[in-house]
């Protein structure tokens, strides 16, 4: 089974969210439950942002022993140079580095050709690698690049030094069938390839950063970058557990799994919402809170004959307690029965069948129907429906 391996930017893209500002100890509170999650590689920060930044990266440097730590920087001196005082003490550093590289970018963000892109990053990966054996080469908008000039992009990369090159989406633009045809492309055409680790990153504009992180990894790429719950400029990134659970559940078609503890994929993501304040939405997958709950009558009956009829996903894998059955209008009778049970009621047939009505009115006027409901129902129709 191929390694894939996880790139986390909670902290950094992750809290480019708009409203989102960590503080020291926040940061470092969260960098280790990812250490404890088995992330390979945190990036704690943008150290060029102001001195506070330099000093939450450190901070996080002095704790963190297990995984990769890295912090962004633009092809600047200045940039890099804050980097290396922020990951002075980190166990295990990389610099990464991000150059723009579409024509859009170019034209009206840099106002550089393709000539100064490529003599800009290769100076700056050459001055990083003077203090980093390890450097990751970001070449930014690159599913709006022009395929040939990435491939030179990322073939100078190489020869410049870089360990990792990181092709992002960083618009979320891509469709997953032409962003997989451009990894295939990169690996079959640029010399050297196999002397790096190739890295997607995802944004989700168009709601696809996970279907374009997964065919990425379908084509060949090593690494992924995303962030817990999916956080991030704009409509966020790639969420990191829905790619772990995916490449998990579906291992028979891509051949490829990470190495993180899956357990803790729920603990971490009620802790990043938590000190965020960014809520997760009930329906999100994974980890919403209603992910494993179950409402109509024919799945609440086909989960209790088998779990696996509705759920491809048993809760405790992620460390999420049980899956739940919710009584509403939609609900049928055997859950109804088995929540009697649970509730300590044990009814016949004929008892069964006016309470499951007096449940079912209750239903249409209440969207959820709670156990201090049910025994209030109970109480109240104890005449008709004896214990
Ligand atoms: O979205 C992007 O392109 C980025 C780079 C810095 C990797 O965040
Ligand atoms: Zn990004």
Request: hydrophobic share 40%; charged share 25%; with cysteine.
């Amino acid at each position: 089974m191929r390694k894939i391996y996880v790139f986390d930017t909670t902290l950094r893209d992750g809290e480019q969210s708009p409203g989102v500002s960590l503080t020291t100890e926040e940061k470092v509170e969260i960098a280790l439950q990812l250490e404890r999650l088995g992330i390979d590689r945190i990036e704690a920060g943008f150290a060029a942002t102001s001195p506070g930044e330099i000093e939450s990266i450190r901070a996080v440097a002095n704790r963190v022993k297990n995984a990769t730590l890295l912090s962004l920087a633009r092809c600047h001196t200045k940039d890099i140079d804050a980097v290396v005082q922020a990951l002075k003490d980190a166990a295990d550093p990389c610099l990464h580095l991000v150059l723009a590289t579409s024509p859009i970018h170019r034209e009206h963000k840099l106002r550089m050709d393709k000539a100064k892109v490529l003599e800009t990053a290769e100076a700056a990966i050459r001055y990083g690698r003077k203090f980093f054996d390890k450097v990751e080469f970001s070449a930014e908008d690159a599913s709006r690049t022009e395929i040939d000039f990435l491939c030179e992009v990322t073939a100078m990369a190489i020869r410049a030094g870089a360990s990792v090159v990181n092709l992002p989406d960083t618009v979320g633009f891509a469709t997953p069938d032409e962003f997989g045809r451009m990894f295939k492309t990169i690996k079959e055409t640029v010399p050297g390839i196999e002397k790096i680790q190739l890295s997607t990153h995802c944004h989700d504009d168009l709601g696809m950063a996970t279907a374009n992180t997964l065919a990425a990894i379908a084509n060949g790429v090593d690494q992924f970058e995303g962030t817990i719950n999916g956080i991030g400029e704009r409509a966020g990134n790639t969420c990191i557990e829905e790619v772990a659970l995916a490449l998990e559940t579906r291992s028979d078609f891509y051949g490829a799994k990470t190495t993180v503890n899956l357990s803790e994929l729920y603990r971490t993501s009620r802790m990043v919402s938590k000190l965020t304040g960014m809520n997760v939405p009930g329906n999100k997958a994974i980890v919403g809170a209603n992910a494993f709950a179950h409402e109509s009558g024919i799945h609440q009956d086909g989960m209790l004959k088998h779990r696996g009829t509705y759920e491809i996903i048993a809760p405790e894998t992620i460390g999420a307690s049980s899956s739940k059955l919710v009584l509403g209008k939609h609900s049928g009778r055997h859950a109804f029965k088995e929540k009697l049970v649970d509730l300590g009621y044990t009814l016949d047939e004929e008892q069964l069948n006016i309470a499951f009505a007096k449940f079912k009115n209750l239903a249409d006027r209440k969207k959820n129907v709670l156990s201090e409901d049910i025994r209030a129902l109970m109480e109240e129709n104890i005449a008709e429906v004896p214990k």
